[in-house]
């Protein structure tokens, strides 16, 4: 079967910082562009992040100079750094995987809602609380 596994979502006060966990099995990451979306209780499911099999990343403006994507291919995973989070950032996080860039990056973007990534991990919770 090919799964994506999100792991280390957690509660943690204003300001403070998680690293999210996103491993791939039954399949490469090698060749996929991976993304992160969110979806918070009663609001729109958000693009996050992205990373390309080249290294080439995107965030969304709201999580600009906060959040950090990167990739292991080695170890087939990607990670999603964040910090200084916010209440706001509290959502259920996703990881996706896709071999074509410009869906995940579109998608991300949100700049096309018609095609989205192939394949989704079952999500991971971040709550932001004090």
């Known amino acids: 079967d090919v799964q994506l596994q999100a792991s280390g979502g957690g509660s943690v006060q204003p300001g403070g910082s998680l690293r999210l966990s996103c491993a791939a099995s039954g399949f490469n990451l090698d060749g996929y562009a991976i993304g992160w979306f969110r979806q918070a209780p009663g609001k729109e499911r958000e693009g996050v992040s992205c990373i390309n099999n080249d290294g080439t990343t995107y965030q969304a403006r709201s999580v600009q100079g906060r959040f950090a994507i990167a990739r292991d291919n080695a170890k087939n995973t990607v990670t999603l750094e964040m910090n200084s989070l916010k209440d706001e950032d509290t959502a259920v996080y996703y990881c996706?995987?896709?071999?074509?860039?410009?869906?995940?990056?579109?998608?991300?973007?949100?700049?096309?809602?018609?095609?989205?990534?192939?394949?989704w991990g079952q999500g991971t919770q971040v709550t932001v609380s004090s």
């Open positions: 996706t995987a896709d071999r074509s860039w410009l869906k995940v990056l579109t998608s991300i973007q949100g700049v096309q809602r018609d095609e989205y990534p192939d394949v």
